[in-house]
């Protein structure tokens, strides 16, 4: 029978971290649940929904529609073992891909393809927002070893201020500057945004963005469409069957490892290698579902905690990134699937270790009780830095590790341990792979569905809706009248003034030739005129 999670005495802790210890010896993979809140009761409890759950991950891998509001397959575990695709067409695509980023990192990285100018790469400038940045930020922070590879910069938002200091950084090196660009659609605002100002200052520094452009997008998209029509570089395919939170074993995230010269097939076989090893239709054995059952008992099945995510590791310093987009993403719904308001979801959070120790260790283990901590780990240190006298870094690391664990203990605070014996492109594969299972297996259990976002298209909506009214906006102050922001508003039909203030005193603090008459702290007093 489990020990019960109380604290009660270490004998009985100890007895339920030997009861709940997963291990894969293959991958070199340990994960330890027996510092969550869960028991025998739960687990025997949850088994008939995660029978439920297992026949539904089932069905999804075979080719199911497990996006029913968007109609469309989920078949990002095809990128990894490409003999799982219901046709034999969608395998040979996935696997000629693969082998069509390969050689292309190859050319790129031994010179044998080059600039226009006729002189080697040096840069990659990654252009992409949501998964299209998340994704190849973390494959190049997490596996990119000095002097391996090129430098990437990354235009993942559409602050101008990050452009500016971006383009600028880059310079006289933009002429041999390869420029990619990330859009499932081809519509999305922030990738066309960037790519225009890429384009148009490459251009200033003598660059040809034919030569030097590669599309990543769907076939036939809006951005294919361009591509082919500028006779870009090069296109990889994305595929409709792949979101973008879980697009990092396609070109999203394989591209940038090989351009950085990392190990492709490892990182496509760990992943492949965990899919196997979560496809166990056995909770006790099974770690994603561990992790989803652990995470129910802990949010009471409605997502009551925060997920604190703890890498002592620098390179898994953007994980906690990651996984935001990964499991809020995916979780936070307003509706299941029957149509009934649930607002689901888990929020994410994170730093690494042993930063966190100087940072919010503290209301972890004194305030509020509402989250449970992720750590992760990695055993193996690199033979270059040694010990200097008695002092041996990784086992400072490690100490913080396990006294942080211990603490959150002493104080009822609950965490689960990923373990990795190494940290390689292999051990990183397996990790996302995991972390996707478990999102996908929570989501059976509180019947949701993980794989589409209307939160985000409505929040994209609003976006436009917000420009299109600017657009009346100016064209209304165009005549050079000074107008009050309640006749703007009664001319133009809004609902209310607050958007138009915010709007003029964005123009306004800019050289776009707007000027503001009164006291900025009392709007409703203002005057606005185009000078």
């Given at each position: 029978m489990?020990?019960?999670?109380?604290?009660?005495?270490?004998?009985?802790?100890?007895?339920?971290?030997?009861?709940?210890?997963?291990?894969?010896?293959?991958?070199?993979?340990w994960l330890?649940?027996?510092?969550?809140?869960?028991?025998?009761?739960?687990?025997?409890?949850?088994?008939?929904?995660?029978?439920?759950a297992?026949a539904?991950?089932?069905a999804?891998?075979a080719?199911?529609?497990a996006n029913?509001?968007?109609?469309?397959?989920?078949?990002h575990?095809?990128?990894?073992?490409?003999?799982?695709?219901?046709?034999?067409?969608?395998?040979?695509?996935?696997?000629?891909?693969?082998?069509?980023?390969?050689?292309?990192?190859?050319?790129?990285?031994?010179?044998?393809?080059?600039a226009?100018?006729?002189?080697p790469?040096?840069?990659?400038?990654w252009?992409?927002?949501?998964?299209?940045?998340?994704?190849?930020?973390?494959?190049v922070?997490?596996?990119?070893?000095?002097?391996?590879?090129?430098?990437?910069?990354?235009?993942?938002?559409?602050?101008?201020?990050g452009?500016?200091?971006?383009?600028?950084?880059?310079?006289t090196?933009?002429?041999?500057?390869?420029?990619?660009?990330v859009?499932?659609?081809g519509?999305?605002?922030?990738?066309?945004i960037?790519?225009?100002?890429?384009?148009?200052?490459l251009?200033?520094?003598?660059?040809?963005?034919?030569?030097?452009?590669?599309?990543?997008?769907?076939?036939?998209s809006?951005?294919?469409?361009l591509?082919?029509?500028?006779q870009?570089?090069?296109?990889?395919d994305?595929f409709?069957?792949?979101?973008?939170?879980?697009s990092?074993?396609?070109?999203?995230?394989?591209?940038?490892?090989?351009?950085?010269?990392?190990?492709?097939?490892?990182?496509?076989s760990g992943?492949?290698?965990?899919?196997?090893?979560?496809?166990?239709?056995?909770?006790?054995?099974?770690?994603?579902?561990?992790?989803?059952a652990?995470?129910?008992?802990?949010?009471?099945?409605r997502?009551?905690?925060?997920?604190?995510?703890?890498?002592?590791?620098d390179r898994?310093?953007?994980?906690?990134?990651y996984?935001?987009?990964?499991?809020?993403?995916?979780?936070?719904?307003?509706?299941?699937?029957?149509?009934?308001?649930?607002?689901?979801?888990?929020?994410?959070?994170?730093?690494k270790?042993?930063?966190?120790?100087?940072?919010?260790?503290?209301?972890?283990?004194?305030?509020?009780?509402n989250?449970?901590?992720?750590?992760?780990?990695?055993l193996?240190?690199?033979?270059?830095?040694?010990?200097?006298?008695d002092?041996?870094?990784?086992?400072?690391?490690?100490?913080?590790?396990?006294?942080?664990?211990?603490?959150?203990?002493?104080?009822?605070?609950?965490?689960?341990?990923?373990t990795?014996?190494?940290?390689?492109?292999?051990?990183?594969g397996?990790?996302?792979?995991?972390?996707e299972r478990?999102?996908?297996?929570?989501?059976e259990?509180?019947?949701?569905?993980?794989?589409?976002?209307?939160?985000?298209?409505?929040?994209?909506k609003?976006a436009?809706?917000?420009?299109?009214?600017?657009?009346?906006?100016?064209?209304?102050?165009?005549?050079?009248?000074?107008?009050?922001?309640?006749?703007?508003?009664?001319?133009?039909?809004?609902?209310?003034?607050?958007?138009?203030?915010?709007?003029?005193r964005?123009?306004?603090?800019?050289?776009r030739?707007?000027?503001?008459?009164?006291?900025?702290?009392?709007?409703?007093?203002?005057?606005?005129?185009?000078?």
């Open positions: 489990l020990a019960n999670f109380d604290g009660s005495s270490a004998e009985s802790q100890w007895q339920r971290f030997c009861e709940l210890l997963w291990y894969e010896e293959d991958l070199g993979i330890d649940v027996s510092r969550m809140a869960i028991g025998q009761g739960d687990l025997d409890g949850l088994a008939p929904r995660f029978e439920q297992f539904a991950m089932a999804l891998e080719g199911a529609i029913p509001d968007e109609q469309r397959q989920v078949g575990y095809w990128l990894r073992t490409p003999s799982l695709a219901p046709e034999p067409a969608i395998a040979a695509h996935i696997d000629a891909e693969v082998e069509r980023i390969a050689a292309f990192g190859q050319a790129v990285l031994n010179g044998s393809l080059n226009p100018n006729g002189q790469f040096t840069d990659v400038l252009i992409g927002i949501g998964g299209s940045g998340l994704g190849p930020l973390l494959m922070r997490a596996l990119q070893d000095a002097g391996q590879g090129l430098p990437f910069h990354f235009f993942d938002n559409v602050d101008p201020n452009m500016s200091r971006t383009l600028a950084a880059l310079d090196r933009l002429a041999t500057t390869l420029v990619v660009v859009s499932k659609s519509g999305t605002p922030e990738p066309h960037g790519m225009e100002q890429a384009q148009a200052r251009e200033a520094r003598g660059g040809q963005w034919s030569g030097q452009a590669v599309a990543v997008t769907m076939l036939g809006k951005l294919d469409q591509a082919v029509a500028g870009w570089l090069r296109r990889f994305m409709d069957w792949v979101g973008g939170r879980t990092i074993t396609s070109a999203v995230g394989l591209l940038p490892a090989a351009l950085i010269a990392a190990d492709i097939t490892g990182f496509l992943a492949s290698r965990m899919d196997a090893l979560t496809r166990l239709a056995d909770l006790r054995r099974n770690p994603a579902a561990l992790m989803a652990s995470w129910y008992v802990a949010g009471h099945g997502g009551q905690r925060d997920m604190v995510v703890l890498p002592y590791r898994l310093e953007v994980f906690s990134r996984l935001q987009q990964l499991v809020m993403e995916s979780l936070g719904k307003k509706h299941d699937r029957n149509g009934e308001v649930v607002h689901q979801g888990i929020a994410v959070y994170g730093n270790g042993s930063t966190d120790q100087h940072a919010y260790v503290q209301q972890l283990r004194d305030g509020i009780d989250f449970f901590v992720t750590f992760i780990e990695a193996e240190e690199p033979s270059d830095i040694p010990p200097i006298g002092e041996i870094p990784g086992d400072f690391l490690d100490g913080f590790l396990q006294g942080t664990r211990s603490a959150l203990m002493e104080g009822g605070r609950q965490s689960l341990s990923i990795l014996r190494r940290f390689d492109a292999t051990t990183l397996a990790l996302i792979a995991l972390f478990a999102v996908g297996l929570y989501a259990l509180v019947n949701i569905n993980a794989y589409d976002q209307p939160g985000v298209e409505a929040g994209k609003a436009a809706e917000i420009l299109a009214l600017q657009g009346r906006l100016e064209a209304l102050l165009a005549d050079g009248q000074e107008r009050s922001l309640q006749e703007l508003q009664q001319a133009l039909g809004a609902e209310s003034p607050e958007p138009l203030f915010w709007i003029l964005h123009l306004c603090a800019n050289p030739g707007y000027r503001a008459s009164g006291a900025w702290g009392q709007p409703a007093a203002m005057r606005f005129a185009k000078a």
